[in-house]
């Protein structure tokens, strides 16, 4: 069964430093999509994708924040800038329709 | 308010017994209601998702949507204790392509 795939599961970076989550999307999906998890909160949506632009993105992604389609597989989350507060599970998920399957995470840890 | 409202529990519940996990929302554009599952430290796990109002089963599990009382709810028949983990509501205003919005989760304990 077809899932989705993120890598690495576990980052550790220091603040300040610039990261990159990586997403294997299922290949036959449309749309893209990051989530986050702070520690004991809620599923947090920040950004979706289609066809090669952000079709939608929360308050949460601000210009620290981009995605990127590099090639026909991968999809990328970049924070430019991390600070503490970006310490977090995040989600990747992808769908052809409506129904969203979820990658099995990147734990980010900055300090 | 918030735009999905969950028990917030824990539920516990004996092994073999029905769950009953609910979850209301606000905005009344909602198309599309899904229910993921949760284990601790893992990524939602899709359970079911429904469109129309009235009952879905798959299994063990029933989800049942009123448009009217802007309400979903998931059945978990015969509770086993691999059914222990945080049941989450998500909702989406669109049919395709569209953010889901969260509960905050139920965590449902099963007891053997």
């Known amino acids: 069964e077809p899932e989705v795939t993120q890598t690495p599961s576990h980052q550790v970076t220091q603040m300040g430093q610039e990261v990159i989550l990586r997403c294997v999307p299922i290949s036959n999906h449309l749309y893209f999509y990051w989530y986050r998890q702070i520690l004991g909160q809620k599923v947090e949506f920040l950004v979706s994708?289609?066809?090669?632009?952000?079709?939608?993105k929360s308050e949460i992604f601000d210009d620290q924040f981009s995605v990127e389609r590099p090639d026909g597989s991968n999809f990328t989350l970049k924070i430019r800038s991390t600070k503490l507060e970006d310490s977090a599970m995040y989600f990747c998920?992808?769908?052809?329709?409506?129904?969203?399957?979820f990658g099995p995470g990147t734990r980010l840890t900055v300090l | 308010q918030k735009e999905v409202e969950q028990n917030s529990g824990p539920l516990s519940v004996p092994e073999g017994a029905i769950a009953s996990l609910n979850c209301t929302y606000s905005d009344r554009g909602s198309q599309s209601f899904f229910w993921y599952r949760q284990y601790s430290g893992k990524s939602p796990e899709l359970i079911m998702f429904?469109?129309?109002?009235g009952d879905k089963e798959d299994g063990r599990f029933t989800a049942q949507l009123n448009k009217a009382s802007q309400y979903v709810s998931l059945l978990i028949r015969d509770s086993q204790p691999s059914d222990s983990a945080t049941y989450l509501c998500?909702?989406?205003?669109?049919?395709?392509?569209?953010?889901?919005?969260f509960g905050e989760g139920t965590q449902l304990t099963v007891n053997p």
């Open positions: 429904i469109y129309s109002n």
């Open positions: 998500a909702v989406t205003k669109e049919t395709s392509g569209s953010r889901l919005t």
């Open positions: 998920a992808s769908s052809a329709g409506s129904t969203q399957y």
């Open positions: 994708f289609y066809n090669n632009e952000i079709s939608e």
